[in-house]
C-alpha cells in the first residue's frame, strides 16, 4: 500500500484503530488514548469478536464516536468505504490470525476487513496470538504476503502468553505500537524480523541485533522471588506481604529470551512457572536464602535478587506452640501477658554476594537488587534507592515503592532502574509485570554485550 501523505496540516490526522478478538484488546484502550491525547481523530473498528474482551461503550466514550463492527449500520453513509478512503493510518491491535489471514487474502466479512481492502493509507498491523499460531506456516506466508504489498506488520513480543506457556507471540506494549505507527507516518518502515522457528530464534548474547529476543541465549540466569517467613513456632512466622509476582515475571522473561533460568522461590501467592529452562527451588528463611545463593553464584552470569528478604529473624525459636495465656495454677488468674520476642539482624545477602564477587577477582555474575521503598518524612522513594545502591554496590537497583495495595499482589508495576555506574535511570510504568521485566532485561543485555 502506498504511503499516504497528509496534505492538510488544518485538521486531524485520521486514525482508524481496527480491534482484534484476543484478550490483548484491552491494550488498545491504552493506544486508544495515546492517539487521541496527541490530537488524532479516532475511529475504532472492533470485531465482533473484539467486544466479548472489551465492550462497545468503552471504545465509544474513550473515542467520543460511536462504535460499531457491522457493515450495514450507518449504511447510507458507505461508512466500510468511507472510512478506509478517508483515513491516514489504519492500525490494528490486537491483529489475531484470523485477520491477519483475512487481510492477506483480500477478505471482507465485517467493518473492519473492508476498511483494510479499501485504505489507501498506511495499514499498521500488530498481531497478537499463541506461539504456534505466529510460527505456523500459515501464518509467516500470510505475514511475507502483507509485507510484499506494503503493510507494515509489527514483530509481536516474547513473553508470558494467556496460559502459562511463554514465548514470541505477545501483543507490544501500547508505546511501542504507537511509536512505530508515527515512524510509518514519517516513512519510515517497522522493524520487523517476521515468524520464525527455534532454529531461526537462536541468537548469541553480544548479538546488537535483539529483535528476536533471545539476547540471553547460553546465559545462566538466577532469579529471587516472594517473601521469606522468619520462624516463630512451629505454627508462626515473621514475613511480609511480597507475592513473589516480579520475580517469576523476570525468571518467565529471562526464560523466553533463551536463558537457563535458576528461580529461588520463597512464599509466592502464584506458583512457579513449568517452564523447561526454568528450575525452581524453594526456601523459606533468609538463611536458608543465603545457603542456596552462595551455591549458585560461581556459575550464574546474571543474578537478579527480586526477593523481599526479611530484615530480621527471632533470636529464638519455640520448640512448640507460644500460648495466648498461661495458666499454671488453677487457683490463680491465667497470664495474660504477651511474650517478649528478641530478634536479631539477618545477613545483607544482596551485599554479601556483591564482596563474594569482588573476592573472586571476576566481574561475573551481574547483580541486580530490589528496594522496595515507603519512603518517609525526610526521603523521597528515589532518595532511598539511590543510597541503597551506593552501600550495596550492585551493577543495578531496580526501586518500586510499596505498600498496602502498592505493587505488593498487584498485577502492575512502576519501577526507576539505577546504575552504578552513574548512567542514566530508566523508569517504566505504570505497566505490567511481564513489560517492567523484559524492560530490565533489556538494560541488562546491553550492559553484557559491552
Known amino acids: 500500500m502506498a504511503v499516504h501523505e497528509d496534505s492538510s496540516s488544518a485538521r486531524p490526522r485520521r486514525v482508524v484503530l481496527g480491534v482484534g478478538g484476543g484478550i490483548a484488546a484491552y491494550k488498545a484502550a491504552s493506544l486508544l488514548r495515546r492517539f487521541t491525547e496527541a490530537g488524532d ?47 491516514d493510518l489504519v492500525v490494528v ?18 467493518l473492519l476487513t473492508n476498511v483494510l481492502l479499501t485504505a489507501r493509507c498506511p495499514v499498521v498491523l500488530a498481531p497478537a496470538m499463541h506461539t504456534e499460531m505466529w510460527q505456523h506456516p500459515a501464518t509467516v506466508a500470510n505475514v511475507a504476503t502483507l509485507r510484499a504489498r506494503g503493510v507494515h506488520v509489527i514483530d509481536p513480543a516474547s513473553g508470558r502468553l494467556t496460559g502459562r506457556d511463554t514465548g514470541p507471540g505477545r501483543l507490544p506494549e501500547p508505546e511501542a505500537i504507537h511509536e512505530a505507527c508515527l515512524r510509518v507516518l514519517e516513512g519510515s518502515p517497522v522493524e520487523a524480523a517476521g515468524p520464525a522457528d527455534d532454529a531461526d530464534l537462536a541468537g548469541t548474547a553480544d548479538d546488537t541485533d535483539a529483535a528476536d529476543h533471545q539476547d540471553l541465549q547460553g546465559l545462566r540466569v538466577v532469579v529471587t522471588a516472594g517473601g521469606t517467613r522468619e520462624a516463630l513456632d512451629p505454627v508462626r512466622f515473621l514475613g511480609n506481604r511480597s507475592s513473589g509476582k516480579q520475580g517469576i515475571a523476570i525468571a518467565e522473561a529471562a526464560a523466553a529470551r533463551g536463558a537457563e533460568v535458576v528461580l529461588v522461590a520463597g512464599a509466592i501467592d502464584i506458583p512457579p512457572p513449568d517452564h523447561p529452562r526454568i528450575d525452581t527451588r524453594r526456601i523459606e528463611s533468609a538463611l536458608e536464602l543465603q545457603d542456596e545463593m552462595a551455591g549458585l553464584l560461581t556459575d550464574a552470569d546474571v543474578v537478579v535478587m527480586a526477593a523481599a528478604v526479611a530484615d530480621f529473624r527471632p533470636r529464638e525459636v519455640a520448640t512448640s506452640k507460644i500460648k495466648k495465656t498461661h495458666q499454671q495454677d488453677p487457683a490463680h488468674a491465667p497470664d495474660e501477658s504477651a511474650p517478649v520476642i528478641e530478634l536479631v539482624r539477618n545477613p545483607d545477602i544482596l551485599a554479601g554476594l556483591v564482596r563474594d564477587r569482588a573476592r573472586s577477582g571476576v566481574d561475573r555474575p551481574y547483580i541486580v537488587g530490589f528496594a522496595a521503598e515507603t519512603g518517609d518524612a525526610e526521603h523521597t522513594v528515589l532518595e532511598l534507592g539511590q543510597d541503597k545502591l551506593r ?60
Do not use: M, Y
Open 41 to 87: 481523530d479516532v475511529t475504532v473498528v472492533p470485531t465482533e469478536a473484539a467486544l466479548r474482551f472489551v465492550g462497545e461503550p468503552t471504545w465509544s466514550a474513550l473515542s467520543g464516536k460511536p462504535v460499531t463492527p457491522e457493515v450495514f449500520d450507518d449504511v447510507e453513509q458507505v461508512r466500510h468505504v468511507l472510512l478506509g478512503q478517508q483515513a
Open 391 to 450: 552501600r550495596k554496590g550492585c551493577d543495578l537497583l531496580v526501586v518500586n515503592q510499596v505498600g498496602v495495595g502498592v505493587t505488593f499482589g498487584q498485577d502492575d508495576n512502576t519501577v526507576t532502574i539505577l546504575r552504578r555506574d552513574g548512567g542514566e535511570p530508566v523508569t517504566t510504568g505504570p505497566t505490567t509485570k511481564a513489560h517492567v521485566s523484559h524492560t530490565l532485561l533489556d538494560v541488562i543485555a546491553t550492559d553484557l554485550r559491552r
Open 93 to 110: 491491535a490486537p491483529c489475531t490470525a484470523n485477520l491477519l489471514a483475512k487481510a492477506a487474502h483480500g477478505l471482507a466479512d465485517d
